[in-house]
């Protein structure tokens, strides 16, 4: 089958959704392609097939005005951007790619003679190439991801490992969603509250491979701070007690501090290599800048290599002077 043949029928959930749109209440996904290989997921669901297959199937029925219909290479270019993640509400993000090799290895059971197969197997190898030049470690940006970025940059800049273990501080909200992230290291966790504290220390220590510890306030915790190649607080600043904390800690130990800005540091100011909040949301916004660079440059990919499969089947053959032509 040739490329000029694909067909991509999409219904964007999100868009119905928001539109409030009733026929798509009334619409019967299932008997709407039937034979013809869907994937169907939280976002959308979407048809690859043939032009052939498509008019037959149809038999007269009204494409809804939902239904996005892409054909020839812009139907092959839509596949790559959903596959590789760029049409999904979190850009990049990788789960929908294993949703469309699921929804294949499915549909292949039980249709072997589909010329699909083909273009299937270049979809899953354009994908893998453009995540690997472009998306690779793409992903959301979060109170975690920031921190572990932090602290990689300091291994980086030092040479050499973390001597000493993390310590996080705190048992809330904010620590268990960055708790995950810390699990290349040895993790001590400190809280005030103990009930708190071991449910995260149970959360944590699910992960295989985790070294995670409690650590008693008083004297533990003194003991901890000092041994602490990082701290990371995920607690308000606390005038009272933080004099105390600061003093105790390693002069070239990290402090990641996620309870306020610098101009409310207070006694952690003293502290030569302290990161606030400033510095998290600094890095959030050049890790945006970076991602939507690589999205523009991956978007750029599927167009390209779509253009290209037009010329051939397999991309291992040369291509001429002339064929540069598609690009222009």
């Given at each position: 089958m040739q490329i000029d043949a694909l067909r991509v029928l999409n219904i964007s959930k999100t868009k119905v959704k928001a539109a409030n749109d009733a026929e798509f209440a009334s619409f019967?996904?299932?008997?709407?392609?039937?034979?013809?290989f869907r994937m169907d997921s939280c976002q959308r669901v979407l048809w690859l097939c043939s032009e052939e297959a498509l008019?037959?199937?149809?038999?007269?029925?009204?494409i809804p005005r939902f239904v996005e219909i892409y054909s020839g290479a812009a139907a092959y270019q839509f596949m790559l951007r959903v596959a590789t993640g760029l049409e999904s509400q979190v850009i990049g993000e990788t789960d929908i790619f294993g949703q469309v090799k699921e929804a294949w290895k499915k549909f292949e059971a039980s249709n072997t003679a589909t010329g699909l197969k083909g273009w299937m197997q270049r979809i899953f190898e354009d994908t893998k190439e453009i995540r690997s030049a472009h998306l690779h470690n793409q992903g959301g940006a979060t109170y975690g991801s920031l921190v572990r970025m932090l602290i990689?940059?300091?291994?980086?800049?030092?040479?050499?490992?973390?001597?000493?273990?993390?310590?996080?501080?705190?048992?809330?909200?904010?620590?268990?969603?960055?708790g995950p992230y810390l699990l290349d290291h040895e993790v001590l966790l400190t809280n005030r509250s103990r009930e708190k504290l071991e449910t995260l220390h149970l959360e944590l220590s699910r992960s295989p491979g985790s070294r995670v510890s409690v650590v008693s306030s008083g004297a533990d915790e003194e003991r901890a701070l000092q041994e602490a190649s990082v701290v990371v607080v995920c607690i308000p600043y606390d005038p009272s007690g933080d004099s105390g904390r600061?003093?105790?800690i390693r002069p070239d130990a990290v402090a990641i501090h996620l309870g306020g800005m610098r101009h409310q540091a207070g006694a952690w100011a003293e502290h030569a290599r302290l990161h606030c909040l400033d510095d998290i949301f600094e890095l959030q916004k050049s890790q945006g800048e970076v991602r939507s660079l690589r999205c523009a440059h991956a978007l750029k990919a599927c167009a390209d290599r779509a253009k290209l499969r037009t010329l051939g089947s397999s991309l291992t053959i040369p291509h001429g002077w002339e064929d540069l032509a598609v690009f222009a």
């Amino acid at each position: 089958m040739q490329i000029d043949a694909l067909r991509v029928l999409n219904i964007s959930k999100t868009k119905v959704k928001a539109a409030n749109d009733a026929e798509f209440a009334s619409f019967e996904i299932e008997s709407f392609l039937p034979g013809e290989f869907r994937m169907d997921s939280c976002q959308r669901v979407l048809w690859l097939c043939s032009e052939e297959a498509l008019r037959s199937k149809l038999c007269g029925k009204v494409i809804p005005r939902f239904v996005e219909i892409y054909s020839g290479a812009a139907a092959y270019q839509f596949m790559l951007r959903v596959a590789t993640g760029l049409e999904s509400q979190v850009i990049g993000e990788t789960d929908i790619f294993g949703q469309v090799k699921e929804a294949w290895k499915k549909f292949e059971a039980s249709n072997t003679a589909t010329g699909l197969k083909g273009w299937m197997q270049r979809i899953f190898e354009d994908t893998k190439e453009i995540r690997s030049a472009h998306l690779h470690n793409q992903g959301g940006a979060t109170y975690g991801s920031l921190v572990r970025m932090l602290i990689r940059e300091h291994v980086e800049k030092t040479g050499k490992a973390l001597e000493g273990p993390v310590v996080l501080i705190g048992a809330g909200a904010l620590a268990a969603s960055v708790g995950p992230y810390l699990l290349d290291h040895e993790v001590l966790l400190t809280n005030r509250s103990r009930e708190k504290l071991e449910t995260l220390h149970l959360e944590l220590s699910r992960s295989p491979g985790s070294r995670v510890s409690v650590v008693s306030s008083g004297a533990d915790e003194e003991r901890a701070l000092q041994e602490a190649s990082v701290v990371v607080v995920c607690i308000p600043y606390d005038p009272s007690g933080d004099s105390g904390r600061v003093s105790q800690i390693r002069p070239d130990a990290v402090a990641i501090h996620l309870g306020g800005m610098r101009h409310q540091a207070g006694a952690w100011a003293e502290h030569a290599r302290l990161h606030c909040l400033d510095d998290i949301f600094e890095l959030q916004k050049s890790q945006g800048e970076v991602r939507s660079l690589r999205c523009a440059h991956a978007l750029k990919a599927c167009a390209d290599r779509a253009k290209l499969r037009t010329l051939g089947s397999s991309l291992t053959i040369p291509h001429g002077w002339e064929d540069l032509a598609v690009f222009a």
